[in-house]
């Protein structure tokens, strides 16, 4: 049974520490996807990549998010430096497309202090 | 304006009756769409999905329901079960030239009565 996972699972840090999160897509799938969910704002989009290019990242906060796909098995959202408002469950979907059914992770809890 | 934070419509189903999710979307050029399932703790799953070309889709124990003039999506869960407890979201890719633009609505919080 193909699933996206995501590491890790929970992660707890201070305001101003760099925090890393990690992807694996279900093999095969060409698309990535990075949203962030919090009962504010619901389901946002951040980043996604097609055959490990970026194609858009508008709804990332450009001085601290970064987002990355180093290889086909791995795509990496970057946040440095921390801040509280940035607490938040971050999703990764992967997806065959366009168009895109996405599969989404379990997610990533952040909380920071 | 500012966000005071989602106000999720809810819905309570006793168990064993049929659901119905209603969904407004935006953008009538929007030619493909998707309803996710999210329990408590995990990520959206996807149902069920139907495109533009078409009105009606079935499948197991779910129907989803397109009403183009109104910009309208149905989910219809039929002899609903307390696993069917999440929160349901609508999703609607956007016209051909931003096919990955998903936009997902807000959710609907649906409770089954045992």
């Known amino acids: 049974d193909a699933r996206v996972t995501q590491t890790p699972r929970h992660k707890v840090t201070e305001m101003g520490q760099e925090v890393t999160m990690r992807c694996q897509p279900i093999l095969g799938h060409n698309t990535v996807f990075w949203y962030r969910q919090t009962m504010m704002q619901g389901l946002e989009l951040l980043a996604y990549f097609r055959n490990r290019a970026p194609l858009d990242d508008s709804g990332m906060p450009k001085d601290r998010f970064s987002a990355e796909m180093p290889d086909a098995t791995l795509a990496t959202l970057k946040i440095q430096p921390s801040e509280p408002r940035d607490s938040a469950v971050y999703f990764c979907a992967s997806g065959l497309g366009p168009p895109n059914t996405q599969y989404f992770g379990p997610g990533t809890r952040l909380t920071v202090l | 304006g500012e966000s005071v934070g989602l106000h999720l419509p809810t819905l309570s189903v006793q168990e064993g009756d049929n659901s119905i999710i209603n969904c407004a979307y935006s953008?009538?050029?929007?030619?493909?769409f998707i309803w996710y399932k999210q329990e408590s703790g995990k990520g959206p799953q996807f149902i069920i999905d139907i495109r533009s070309n078409m009105d009606k889709r079935q499948g197991q124990r779910v129907t989803v329901l397109l009403n183009k003039t109104v910009k309208h999506l149905s989910l219809q869960i039929a002899a609903t079960q307390p696993g069917d407890s999440a929160v349901y979201f609508c999703a609607e890719n956007g016209p051909k030239t931003s096919y990955d633009k998903v936009i997902f609505g807000p959710g609907t919080s649906l409770s089954v009565i045992p």
């Open positions: 953008n009538s050029a929007s030619d493909y």
